[in-house]
T-cell receptor
Framework: DAGITQSPRHKVTETGTPVTLRCHQT?????MYWYRQDPGHGLRLIHY???????DKGEVSDGYSVSRSKTEDFLLTLESATSSQTSVYFC???????????????FGSGTQLSVL | QKEVEQNSGPLSVPEGAIASLNCTYS??????FFWYRQYSGKSPELIMS????GDKEDGRFTAQLNKASQYVSLLIRDSQPSDSATYLC??????????FGAGTRLTVKP
């Protein structure tokens, strides 16, 4: 596996509480992504980062924020968790610019988040 | 809405058979196409990429692309039980966004 570590691996929380998921990479890749995966929807992009302090919204960004203060770390925060945010969250990294023909995503092991 | 569609399955084939997985996409400006494999409870991993019309072969896997029909497929020859997984089709659309289908679950029966 590429050097990507997600933490925690599992999280159970209550509605209305803040939650932060961490993605740490040792590959020094510039591009980092947060996806959520739900049955019937596949992987959907939440936020992405093109570098330190350079982030942007993806397809399903409402209710989420991100930060990237170091190349190796990309944090996803649910400001006030809701039951609709129960999902599996994957971090991904890429060495090449999105859309480049040699783009390849490497995924972390995922975080199973349950919001009760 | 730019969409990537896959039959959710499950697709069941006997060991040694050819498994055929299909994907259609709505954005005609899409240029790059990928197949990821995801074992149950694991993360997706890239197995094939294809960028031009026609076939691309890699071992037992063949990706086929037809841009006119907006169709991409993955053939797995001599299917093995270890190929049992969910296969995700991914497309880089005209906005340079990578979009994933919901996946097709494949079961290869010994």
């Amino acid at each position: 596996d590429a050097g990507i570590t997600q933490s925690p691996r599992h999280k159970v929380t209550e509605t209305g509480t803040p939650v932060t998921l961490r993605c740490h990479q040792t590959e020094n890749h510039r591009y980092m992504y947060w996806y959520r995966q739900d049955p019937g929807h596949g992987l959907r992009l939440i936020h992405y980062s093109y570098g330190v302090k350079d982030t942007d919204k993806g397809e399903v960004s409402d209710g989420y924020s991100v930060s990237r203060s170091k190349t190796e770390d990309f944090l996803l925060t649910l400001e006030s968790a809701t039951s609709s945010q129960t999902s599996v969250y994957f971090c991904a990294i890429s060495e090449f610019l999105p859309g480049a023909t040699n783009e390849k995503l490497f995924f972390g092991s995922g975080t199973q988040l349950s919001v009760l | 809405q730019k969409e990537v569609e896959q039959n959710s399955g499950p697709l069941s084939v006997p060991e040694g058979a050819i498994a055929s997985l299909n994907c259609t996409y709505s954005d005609r400006g899409s240029q790059s196409f990928f197949w990821y494999r995801q074992y149950s409870g694991k993360s997706p991993e890239l197995i094939m990429s294809i960028y031009s019309n026609g076939d691309k072969e890699d071992g037992r896997f063949t990706a086929q692309l037809n841009k006119a029909s907006q169709y991409v497929s993955l053939l797995i020859r001599d299917s093995q039980p270890s190929d049992s997984a969910t296969y995700l089709c991914a497309v880089i659309d005209s906005s340079n966004d990578m979009r994933f289908g919901a996946g097709t679950r494949l079961t290869v029966k010994p």
